[in-house]
């Protein structure tokens, strides 16, 4: 399964709503559809599990959403510390193994 | 609380050869999946190694199929990736993550490998 999230690069203030996407080329089985925060020298964070699901300790700002091929994460309203870099990912089960997207940019307007 | 510590990590020459460990803590190692995820430089994610809590069912992409090797050791708590062939592509950054509801939770600090003649 391909990933593809857009918008590559994203410019936003702080204070604004940021939508991201991540299509799927097939159905991503069980809802098995991750998101997480990379900021530089840091390890991947986990945001949301299950397509919806908010990881332990995550605001109640980032809320993810979707089904099948179409999935978004919703930043509502932007914290300084939220400008990163955001991927998308699925685990398959037939065969085993996860997919991430390339990722987008979520940089200050 | 639940951590994990990559070792390894180094300059290795081309065609070359190394080992990884991930050591684990604060969690029930033997029952849960684990993964190794790299990341190269100015590049994105890639998963390229994943097991079972057994370690009977190890699973790769093809892009590393035959030259990576995963196993663990639950007596040790630690996971490892053994890498061979390695090409200047293999250049990256190494990390080791718990595998739980289709996702990867918790993640360690991650292990610089650069493969350079």
């Known amino acids: 399964i391909v990933l593809t999230q857009s918008p590559g690069t994203l410019s936003l203030s702080p204070g604004e709503r940021a939508t991201l996407s991540c299509r799927a080329s097939q159905s991503v089985s069980n809802n098995y559809l991750g998101w997480y925060q990379l900021k530089p020298g840091q390890a991947p964070r986990l945001l949301i599990y299950g397509a919806s699901t908010r990881a332990t300790g995550i605001p109640d700002r980032f809320s993810g959403s979707g089904s099948g091929t179409d999935f978004t994460l919703t930043i509502s309203r932007l914290e300084p510390e939220d400008f990163a870099v955001y991927y998308c990912q699925q685990f398959a089960t037939s065969p085993r193994g996860y997919t991430f997207g390339q990722g987008t940019k979520l940089e200050i307007k | 609380e639940e951590q994990l510590l990559e070792s390894g990590g180094g300059l290795v020459q081309p065609g070359g050869s190394l080992r990884l460990s991930c050591a684990a803590s604060g969690f029930s190692f033997s029952t849960n999946g684990l993964s190794w995820v790299r990341q190269a430089p100015g590049r994105g994610l890639e998963w390229v190694s994943g097991i079972t809590g057994s370690g009977s069912s190890p699973y790769y992409p093809d892009s590393v199929k035959g030259r990576f090797t995963i196993s663990r050791d639950n007596s040790k708590n630690t996971l490892y990736l053994q890498m061979t062939s390695l090409s200047a592509e293999d250049t990256a950054v190494y990390y080791c993550?718990?595998?739980?509801?289709?996702?990867?939770?918790?993640w360690g600090q991650g292990t610089m490998v650069t493969v350079s003649s």
């Open positions: 993550a718990i595998g739980r509801m289709g996702s990867l939770d918790v």
